[in-house]
Nanobody, 117 residues
Framework: QVQLVESGGGLVQPGGSLRLSCAAS????????MGWYRQAPGKQRELVAA???????NYADSVKGRVTISRDNAKNTVYLQVNSLKPEDTGVYYC???????????WGQGTQVTVSS
């Protein structure tokens, strides 16, 4: 089992940057594919970025060029660097871990990001 705890959210002005962190506890972090999702008010949760166990990354079209996902398996942590923040980036950002088989999926409690002047 994996427990995920996100941090790093907050209130940011448009054009600013944030780095979100997701610390994982439990075993075998390096065997899980990791992802960041966000959910804006009144909208469905959507994938922002994902990283495989081998480090291959994937980004939503809406954030390409502004977002970098990375992982540090030694620290059991996945990061999301978001630059040039826009008001439409506002939402609760969730960390996700998915086992290689796809059978097991874990979620964090989320961290709020608000982009506003």
């Amino acid at each position: 089992q994996v427990q995920l705890v996100e941090s790093g959210g907050g209130l940011v002005q448009p054009g600013g940057s944030l780095r979100l962190s997701c610390a994982a506890s439990g075993s075998a972090f390096g065997t899980y594919a990791m992802g960041w999702y966000r959910q804006a008010p009144g909208k469905q949760r959507e994938l922002v970025a994902a990283i495989t166990t081998s480090g291959t990354t994937n980004y939503a079209d809406s954030v390409k060029g502004r977002v970098t996902i990375s992982r540090d398996n030694a620290k059991n942590t996945v990061y999301l660097q978001v630059n040039s923040l826009k008001p439409e980036d506002t939402g609760v950002y969730y960390c996700n871990a998915r086992s290689k088989s796809g059978i097991y999926t874990y979620w964090g409690q989320g961290t709020q990001v608000t982009v506003s002047s």
